[in-house]
């Protein structure tokens, strides 16, 4: 049972270039998310998704898509790099069902430079 | 957007004293999670808090939460230098899918 993984853990762009951040997950949530995390800012929530073909936008949408095809899968496209989303992501998952107040499973992060 | 802010922002303390971190709002949330990140890792869940007034504790960590529902503490006592990390608080909006994560607390131990 490996969690929730994240691919690339470390990746360098040049503005203007897009990419696509990985994310599984082999529990069988339901619940996926992505954060990116800055210093002082906590995590902030960028989409997220409540089930395969069903996602939402959170506090920072701008300049990422997502989709959700799968259950396991939950990628994360940005889609023209901007030093601006130099950051580290992190893609979480949860079990939904009794109650709202589940625990988020985090992957190592992803730690992505824009130059 | 409801913010919880958590305060202090860095703490460094020797091993073997008591601290006590905080996280505020002015949102009424329906139970707050506390996380412990460690560098290089992403956070992980240490307690989850659902009634006003509630005390949990975790060996040496006491966590309370707010009577309003609003506010949050986590208390350690005798720190160790294994308690090292970033403490994030985060809050849920009665159900609505989406954490409202704290500012975060960078705390050290110093053996």
């Known amino acids: 049972n490996a969690g929730v993984t994240q691919t690339p853990k470390f990746q360098v762009l040049k503005t203007g270039q897009s990419m696509t951040l990985q994310c599984a997950q082999d529990?069988?949530?339901?619940?996926m998310s992505w954060y990116r995390q800055d210093p002082g800012m906590g995590l902030r929530l960028i989409h997220y998704s409540v089930g395969a073909g069903i996602t939402d936008q959170g506090e920072v949408p701008n300049g990422y898509n997502v989709s959700r095809s799968t259950t396991e899968d939950f990628p994360l496209r940005l889609l023209s790099a901007a030093p601006s989303q130099t950051s580290v992501y992190f893609c979480?998952?949860?079990?939904?069902?009794?109650?709202?107040?589940?625990?988020?499973?985090f992957g190592p992060g992803t730690r992505l430079t824009v130059l | 957007t409801q913010l919880l802010e958590q305060s202090p922002q860095f703490l460094s303390i020797q091993e073997g004293e008591n601290l006590t971190v905080y996280c505020n709002s002015s949102s009424v949330f329906s139970s707050l999670q506390w996380y412990r990140q460690e560098p290089g890792e992403g956070p992980v869940l240490l307690v989850t808090v659902v009634t006003g007034g509630e005390v949990k504790k975790l060996k040496r960590l006491t966590f309370q939460f707010g009577d309003a529902r609003k506010d949050s503490s986590l208390h350690i006592t005798a720190a160790q230098p294994g308690d090292t990390g970033l403490y994030l608080c985060a809050g849920d909006n009665f159900g609505n899918e989406k954490l409202t994560f704290g500012t975060g607390t960078r705390l050290t131990i110093i053996p």
């Open positions: 529990m069988n949530h339901e619940y």
């Open positions: 979480a998952s949860s079990d939904t069902s009794g109650g709202s107040y589940n625990e988020q499973f």
